[in-house]
């Protein structure tokens, strides 16, 4: 079974986006990677990481 990488955080700007996405980026092995943070947003993918908003996870309106 396959287990994603994740990655938590509290609120999140489009700057420490970037940021928290850099060390996941750097992990070079096939397993899905997902960054969970209060975006606000829809869920969507940069660069093969799928980012989604921890209310709505939370909530179960978001999985992956």
């Known amino acids: 079974m396959h287990r994603p990488s994740v990655s938590k955080l509290k609120n999140i700007s489009s700057f420490e986006t970037e940021r928290e996405l850099a060390p996941l980026l ?6 899905p ?13 940069r660069d093969g990481v799928l ?10 309106e978001q999985e992956f």
């Open 26 to 31: 750097s992990v070079r092995d096939t397993f």
């Open 33 to 45: 990677k997902v960054l969970i943070a209060r975006t606000m947003h829809e869920p969507y993918t």
């Open 51 to 60: 980012v989604l908003d921890l209310a709505r996870w939370l909530l179960g």
